[in-house]
């Protein structure tokens, strides 16, 4: 990426892209990642895979530009958040089965909830992207209960 985006025989298309322009495609890789699963076709999920993760790549890369992180904090940052994320795995917390897991999870996913309800009655959320709410998703949440319950409505087709 960074051979890609370098002004002295980068590409220009990638040159001139930034974290507005690009940010579609990373919207549209994740539904390619989600159809590809909706369709069991694994050979597709790999490429879509990849196609998402360059994604990462190429923000984590114009990131680094503004000096803001770079890929390594993106790293670190994943890796925090599922150690934090499975006390009972990383620390000492003790769960029976998976759908405990979820109720913890939840209850330790509740200030966040609350904070992100405050953001947006205050206006400074962002609204989920229009294709989203064109699958009829209203939180972030409610897509991961609608999955759970086999209603993926990730795809438009």
């Known amino acids: 990426m960074r051979r890609l985006r370098d002004p002295d025989g980068g590409c220009p298309w990638d040159i001139e892209q930034n974290f507005e322009t ?3 495609y ?3 890789e994740a539904y390619e990642v989600a159809g590809a699963i909706e369709d069991r076709d694994w050979s597709g999920l790999k490429e879509e895979l990849g196609d ?3 994604q990462v790549v190429y923000h984590a890369r114009m ?9 390594s904090d993106v790293v670190a940052a994943i890796s925090g958040k599922m150690i934090a994320r499975h006390p009972h795995v990383f ?3 003790k769960v ?3 759908a405990a897991q979820t109720v913890a999870w939840e209850e330790m996913q509740a200030p966040r909830a609350c904070h992100q309800t405050r953001r947006r009655a205050a206006g400074r959320c ?3 992207p229009a294709r989203a709410a064109t699958c ?3 939180s972030k949440a409610d897509g991961k209960r609608r999955f759970r319950l086999g209603f993926s409505g990730t795809r438009s087709r």
């Open 22 to 24: 690009i940010a579609p």
């Open 26 to 28: 990373t919207i549209e």
């Open 52 to 54: 998402l993760l360059l």
């Open 63 to 71: 990131a680094e530009e503004r000096q803001l992180f770079d890929f």
């Open 91 to 93: 620390g000492d917390a």
């Open 96 to 98: 029976e089965n998976a």
């Open 126 to 128: 962002h609204p989920r």
């Open 136 to 138: 009829g998703e209203t």
